[in-house]
């Protein structure tokens, strides 16, 4: 037997293996670090163009959309405009990431005790570790976007 529920399609939560190990805690860190670390380059410029959009709107009658915000940050920054608080952005998401991934592996293996298998937490169990951890992430990690903010939109014009 594979472990999987063949079940799957019909009830939520038999996709899981339940032959599989219980990941360690650091593994599930370093996991959610890439995954946030390849999620910030992506990020970066999005939050960038974000960032300098509230700026904008605050500042200007004029409606800004996305694609004139980059027009003038390639016409007055250049190319390298483009990576402003790129490296911060990057160490925000692979710090909030690894930490959220953990806790919420942690919260899990904490709600399942000794004794449960995975399958038998209920929605509230996930609900409850999801929310409990994007707080903690969030709270570990607001003051670096607020820097991160403040160097995305550093050099206005």
């Not at 904008?56 to 940050?73: F, P």
């Not at 409990?132 to 990690?141: A, E, Q, R, T």
Request: hydrophobic share 40%.
């Amino acid at each position: 037997s594979s472990g999987i529920n063949a079940e799957w399609p019909l009830r939520p939560g038999s996709y899981v293996d339940t032959d599989m190990e219980t990941p360690k805690i650091s593994s599930t860190y370093i996991a959610g670090s890439v995954s946030g670390l390849l999620a910030g380059f992506i990020s970066g410029p999005t939050e960038l163009i974000k960032c300098r959009l509230q700026v904008a709107g605050t500042k200007s009658k004029k409606k800004l959309g996305n694609v004139e915000v980059i027009r003038h940050i390639l016409k007055t920054e250049g190319i390298n405009g483009m990576r402003r608080g790129l490296g911060i952005t990057v160490s925000r998401e692979l710090v909030s990431s690894g930490f959220y991934f953990a806790t919420y592996e942690w919260m899990i293996q904490w709600f399942r005790g000794p004794n449960k298998r995975i399958d038998e937490l209920t929605s509230m169990h996930m609900v409850l570790a999801g929310g409990i951890s994007g707080m903690l992430s969030w709270g570990i990690n607001y003051p670096i976007d607020v820097v991160k903010s403040r160097i995305q939109i550093d050099g206005m014009n």
